[in-house]
């Protein structure tokens, strides 16, 4: 993109920074926005400083794209009137449009996958699975997770990684009780990738990014609800005992140059 027909509106520890034309300016609100701004580009309008654009995009009648930036759950935040989709794949596409006339999408792919398939791929040196947690997240429930967790960890002889959000009281205190009934935990601070490890989870995106450097993924659970069914699905995701999780496949053009170029209309 090109610094000088571009403006960058961002959250910082002070309030907010707004960068146009490659210069600071100071921020007042979004009527203080340049009305030269035919195009907004944001993760979603739940965000505060995204929802106060929004209402801006309303009233100049400006477009306002949405970036996928994630797996999706049926947790994850919904499109809003008149947004415009850019979505990792066609399922992800549908997935946020269906049976709404008042969103469109159009699919540029993961950036994230993109960047992982052009590293060297990575090869297994340790056959003891790794099991990605998320007790932070909301879609299970925490007390259902744990016992997850530890049966598939004592079970399957795996370690348990938490999630780098697994900091809270709550989080110590589930660890705690995993560790008493003999769960083993990698703590490290190593990417996924290095430490060549097979790789499970019930839905982490930790799973797509080692299936995409050659790693060994899968999901796992013991009784699955719709949803995760649907999700596994719509991923591509291989449940654990079976063959793993092949590699996404990736567009023709790198997801972020497609943007790009969607921002200046080509």
Request: with cysteine; aromatic share 8%; hydrophobic share 40%.
């Amino acid at each position: 993109m090109n610094p000088r027909t571009t403006a960058v509106l961002s959250r910082i520890p002070e309030g907010c920074d707004l960068v146009v034309g490659g210069e600071r300016r100071a921020w007042h609100g979004a009527d203080g926005l340049p009305a030269s701004i035919s195009q907004v580009l944001t993760l979603g309008s739940y965000c505060e400083l995204a929802g106060q654009v929004k209402v801006w995009t309303r009233r100049h009648d400006v477009r306002f794209l949405v970036v996928q930036h994630g797996l999706m759950t049926p947790w994850a935040p919904p499109l809003a009137d008149g947004d415009h989709f850019l979505a990792w794949s066609g399922p992800d596409a549908e997935y946020q449009t269906a049976g709404r006339s008042s969103v469109t999408a159009e699919v540029v792919g993961s950036q994230m996958l993109w960047e992982a398939s052009a590293l060297p791929s990575a090869q297994v040196i340790n056959d003891r699975p790794l099991m990605l947690g998320q007790l932070h997240g909301i879609e299970l429930g925490r007390a259902t997770e744990q016992r997850i967790y530890t049966d598939f960890c004592t079970r399957f002889d795996a370690d348990y990684r938490p999630h780098p959000n697994e900091a809270d009281i709550a989080s110590r205190v589930q660890h705690a009780l995993m560790r008493r009934a003999g769960v083993r935990f990698e703590t490290s601070d190593f990417p996924l990738p290095e430490l060549r490890r097979p790789v499970v989870s019930i839905f982490s995106t930790g799973t797509l990014e080692a299936a995409q450097r050659g790693l060994p993924a899968w999901v796992y659970h013991p009784a699955p609800p719709d949803w995760v069914r649907d999700f596994w699905s719509r991923y591509g995701l291989a449940q654990f005992g079976s063959a793993p999780t092949q590699p996404a496949a990736l567009p023709d053009l790198e997801p972020a140059t497609a943007i790009a170029r969607i921002l200046e209309g080509r």
